[in-house]
């Protein structure tokens, strides 16, 4: 259970244990807008030698005012694409090793938004990311949604096992893509409602997607 608050996490695993005395949970520290926190949680899960089939990459802020992480990155882009696409590069190899040991097929769900269309004109603003002058806190929410969407499209290609990105109204669509048989083998689409729907026009710009995994490395390499 990853989380940025430890204590609040404890009393929420508390809770399910109660209720599941079986339930096997690890609390762990994570910071999705830190590279740090993303890579110290990423050693952790691996040093512990844990399996992994099903990443769900859910987390994210929305429409704070003009701000900077910790790594210089304005905040929404940071937290809701940078932090998530690194996360996933770092355990791209344990889920493969746990879906080869264990044969079922793994899959990594990216949530998005249907805000992924109101993203700025230019859809990813690569030269502007931390531009303040013209930061708009909706845009800047559509394009980090957006990025997300971009996200699963080049992964998908990347790799053999499922991907998916979906935009949920609640929990539904996100556990239908994850544990759903129906989905099995798809990758690379875009839900909501637990169906494939439309996504942002720039989804289908192949060469908006390559030069958005090219920034996204740029800005998570370490220094």
Request: aromatic share 8%; proline share 4%.
């Amino acid at each position: 259970m990853p989380v940025r608050n430890v204590e609040l996490g404890q009393k929420v695993k508390a809770s399910i244990c109660e209720k599941i005395p079986n339930a096997k949970i690890d609390v762990m520290e994570l910071d999705l807008s830190s590279h740090a926190s993303v890579r110290d949680f990423a050693s952790q899960y691996i040093s512990k030698d844990l399996p992994l089939n099903i990443l769900i990459l859910n987390a994210g802020i929305m429409s704070p005012p003009f701000t900077l992480s910790k790594d210089n990155i304005e905040l929404q882009f940071a937290t809701n694409h940078i932090g998530h696409f690194l996360l996933t590069n770092l355990l791209l190899d344990t889920m493969k090793k746990t879906s080869s040991k264990t044969q079922k097929e793994g899959r990594i769900v990216v949530v998005s938004s249907e805000l992924q269309k109101m993203a700025y004109p230019e859809g990813i603003r690569f030269d502007k990311i931390n531009d303040e002058k013209s930061y708009s806190a909706f845009h800047a929410y559509g394009q980090s949604k957006l990025a997300n969407s971009l996200h699963a499209k080049e992964i998908s290609s990347k790799i053999a096992f499922s991907l998916l990105k979906n935009i949920p109204q609640g929990a539904a669509t996100t556990c239908y893509v994850a544990m759903h048989p129906q989905v099995k083998g798809v990758s690379g689409e875009y839900f909501a409602d637990c169906n494939i729907s439309k996504a942002s026009k720039y989804v289908d710009d192949s060469e908006m997607v390559k030069k958005l995994w090219d920034f996204s490395l740029e800005l998570t390499e370490s220094k």
